[in-house]
């Protein structure tokens, strides 16, 4: 696969996602928000949780929740490229 934002965006939208205007938080929905370097390939993705933080795995340390996108910004991460959105799937019993 190309590491590019665009592929990501295509991989994503296989599975249902889509563009979103921003990363506010939307009853019945899930947002993932991808990073990129100043070169626009992908460094990291981090998931909006059901109460509205941000879930983000740092390599092979925990899981860290954040309060906003921006908290892990520059740096390692890069900045914030594409946000993305799909219904919450309801799972079956």
Excluded: C
């Excluded at 909006?48 to 520059?74: M, V």
Aim: charged letters at 30%.
């Amino acid at each position: 696969m190309e590491r590019t934002v665009e592929a990501f965006v295509a991989a994503y939208g296989a599975i249902g996602y889509t563009r979103a205007s921003d990363a506010s938080f939307e009853v019945g929905s899930e947002k993932i928000a991808i990073y990129a370097d100043e070169f626009a390939r992908p460094r990291h993705a981090a998931r909006q949780t059901r109460n509205g933080r941000w879930l983000s795995k740092l390599g092979k340390e925990a899981d860290i929740l954040h309060k906003t996108l921006h908290d892990l910004e520059d740096g390692l991460y890069g900045r914030v490229a594409v946000i993305l959105r799909r219904p919450i799937q309801r799972r079956r019993r």
